[in-house]
């Protein structure tokens, strides 16, 4: 993976955020602590009854296991520091997927890769103090780990690995619940794979969570774990005003953010099911903690990078400052729940119904208008074949001029003629 100029200044960006935010960092470190010690241990509210006997670790599995490589073997400060410099370095290298997946995407239609390397650098400025907000200051690696493994799956899909793709959501869903959101990206691979994808999905999926609900069904508790509802959540403003999570408010977070992921998709805008999906988080969660808003902006990354092809990332920067910016500067509960609803709503609306230009591949006569698999193979770049006359057939001896020869294509081009075959380009790869 080749370093770029612009890669360089995100990853000086980072440092600079990390130093400045880290003598405050690790809030809630403690209960990855707690949740690797129990899950390790071979005490009887550890192991496989965990979640039965602490509903309030809602923290995926795979997350604890990974911070298990952050625990025993280091002293506790030292510990903390390095899985927050290893979740700092995993928003990097998600801001570099997203523009090869970007750069992948693209490819064969003509895209300025300079131009699509700047988006980058402007989005992963907005993008990065808040994801130091969530893997530094807070030190959720359950969230760190199902955005990260989302945006592998992002990756694979667009390149039709099939099994992957399936893999990785799934590694999200066991890294944080919440992830089950993001899964109508399996429909965004081409319908014949759809079930090899799930397969792979609900197989681990299975694999990681029920031997804690089949050894313990009290563990089914942790779905019924409630939170106080902040004065400044949107469900305030929806005229929930229970003091704490309804009954109904978890699935059907699950379910409004898959059903607009698998809207997005039908709509041939599989780069908003992210953004969506947490939107659907953000729009019914009863609490407003501000490391929330680095998911929305992994999915505002996407959809500036992929979703649309202006230079200016203008949703990275808009979610930035209406959701954290009015978190930090408006002191009024209600004024910053209204402003968290209103950007749920504008932004949704936009990425699904907003018209877009399709990106139109040289070569491809109308293909490309038709909507297509995001894995399927786009047609190559080909010149139009032009036979170079012999002999008599030239306008030097007085014969017409060759059809097709003539144009900027032809004009001062020496070396050897082109045969009657006609030269064809190199298929088109994407910039890396």
Same mark, same amino acid.
């Given at each position: 993976?080749?370093?770029?100029?612009? =890669?360089?200044?995100?990853?000086? +960006?980072?440092?600079?955020?990390?130093?400045?935010?880290?003598?405050?960092?690790?809030?809630?470190? =403690?209960?990855?602590?707690?949740?690797? $010690?129990?899950?390790?241990?071979?005490?009887?509210?550890?192991?496989?009854?965990?979640?039965?006997?602490?509903?309030?670790?809602?923290?995926?599995?795979?997350?604890?296991?990974?911070?298990?490589?952050?625990?025993?073997?280091?002293? #506790?400060?030292?510990?903390?520091?390095?899985?927050?410099?290893?979740?700092?370095?995993?928003?990097?290298?998600?801001?570099?997927?997203?523009?090869?997946?970007?750069?992948?995407?693209?490819?064969?239609?003509?895209?300025? =890769?300079?131009?699509?390397? $700047?988006?980058?650098?402007?989005?992963?400025?907005?993008?990065?103090? &808040?994801?130091?907000?969530?893997?530094?200051?807070?030190?959720?690696?359950?969230?760190?780990?199902?955005? %990260? %493994?989302?945006?592998?799956?992002? =990756?694979?899909?667009?390149?039709?690995?099939?099994?992957?793709?399936?893999?990785?959501?799934? &590694?999200?869903?066991?890294?944080?619940?919440?992830?089950?959101? %993001?899964? #109508?990206?399996?429909?965004?691979?081409? /319908? !014949?794979? +759809? !079930?090899?994808?799930?397969? +792979?999905?609900?197989?681990?999926?299975?694999?990681?969570?029920?031997?804690?609900?089949?050894?313990?069904?009290?563990?089914?508790?942790?779905? !019924?774990?409630?939170?106080?509802?902040?004065?400044?959540?949107?469900?305030?403003?929806?005229?929930?005003?229970?003091?704490?999570?309804?009954? +109904?408010?978890?699935?059907? $977070?699950?379910?409004?953010?898959?059903?607009?992921?698998?809207?997005?998709?039908?709509?041939?805008?599989?780069?908003?099911?992210?953004?969506?999906?947490?939107?659907?988080?953000?729009?019914?969660?009863?609490?407003?903690?501000?490391?929330?808003?680095?998911?929305?902006?992994?999915?505002?990354?996407?959809?500036?990078?992929?979703?649309?092809?202006?230079?200016?990332?203008?949703?990275?920067?808009?979610?930035? %400052?209406?959701?954290?910016?009015?978190?930090?500067?408006?002191?009024?509960?209600?004024?910053?729940?209204?402003?968290?609803?209103?950007?749920?709503?504008?932004?949704?609306?936009?990425?699904?119904?907003?018209?877009? /230009?399709?990106?139109?591949?040289?070569?491809?006569?109308?293909?490309?208008?038709?909507?297509?698999?995001?894995?399927?193979?786009?047609?190559?770049?080909?010149?139009?074949?032009?036979?170079?006359?012999?002999?008599?057939?030239?306008?030097?001896?007085?014969?017409?001029?060759?059809?097709?020869?003539?144009?900027?294509?032809? !004009?001062?081009?020496?070396? &050897?003629?082109? $045969?009657?075959?006609?030269?064809?380009?190199?298929?088109?790869?994407?910039?890396?």
């Amino acid at each position: 993976m080749p370093v770029r100029r612009h =890669h360089l200044l995100l990853f000086a +960006w980072t440092v600079l955020w990390f130093v400045i935010v880290e003598p405050s960092g690790g809030f809630s470190w =403690h209960y990855l602590r707690q949740g690797e $010690q129990l899950l390790f241990s071979h005490a009887g509210d550890g192991g496989l009854a965990l979640y039965a006997h602490h509903p309030e670790l809602q923290i995926g599995p795979v997350s604890l296991a990974v911070a298990r490589l952050f625990g025993a073997p280091w002293p #506790p400060h030292i510990g903390q520091v390095l899985a927050e410099g290893f979740m700092s370095i995993l928003g990097l290298i998600m801001v570099v997927m997203v523009g090869r997946t970007a750069a992948w995407y693209y490819r064969g239609t003509g895209t300025n =890769h300079r131009r699509l390397q $700047q988006r980058i650098l402007i989005a992963g400025l907005a993008f990065i103090p &808040m994801w130091v907000e969530v893997s530094v200051r807070f030190g959720h690696m359950d969230d760190v780990l199902a955005l %990260f %493994f989302t945006m592998l799956a992002v =990756h694979a899909m667009v390149r039709n690995q099939v099994a992957a793709t399936g893999i990785y959501l799934a &590694m999200a869903v066991d890294s944080k619940p919440w992830a089950v959101a %993001f899964l #109508p990206l399996i429909l965004a691979l081409p /319908k !014949k794979d +759809w !079930k090899r994808a799930a397969m +792979w999905c609900i197989g681990l999926v299975a694999i990681a969570w029920l031997p804690f609900y089949l050894s313990n069904l009290g563990s089914l508790s942790a779905a !019924k774990f409630t939170i106080p509802n902040q004065p400044a959540s949107s469900l305030r403003w929806l005229g929930v005003s229970d003091p704490s999570t309804p009954v +109904w408010d978890r699935p059907a $977070q699950f379910a409004i953010g898959m059903g607009l992921g698998t809207l997005a998709v039908w709509r041939g805008r599989w780069p908003a099911v992210v953004l969506v999906g947490c939107n659907a988080r953000i729009l019914l969660d009863p609490s407003v903690y501000t490391y929330y808003t680095a998911s929305i902006l992994l999915g505002t990354l996407l959809w500036d990078a992929v979703g649309q092809r202006r230079l200016v990332p203008w949703w990275s920067w808009i979610a930035l %400052f209406s959701l954290y910016g009015s978190a930090l500067a408006i002191p009024s509960d209600s004024a910053k729940g209204m402003i968290r609803l209103a950007f749920v709503v504008v932004s949704t609306a936009y990425v699904l119904l907003w018209p877009t /230009k399709r990106p139109r591949r040289r070569g491809g006569g109308g293909s490309g208008t038709r909507r297509r698999p995001v894995g399927a193979e786009r047609p190559t770049l080909a010149l139009t074949p032009i036979s170079a006359p012999i002999g008599g057939g030239s306008a030097a001896a007085g014969g017409p001029a060759p059809s097709g020869g003539g144009g900027r294509r032809a !004009k001062g081009r020496g070396g &050897m003629p082109r $045969q009657p075959g006609g030269e064809y380009r190199t298929p088109a790869t994407s910039r890396t």
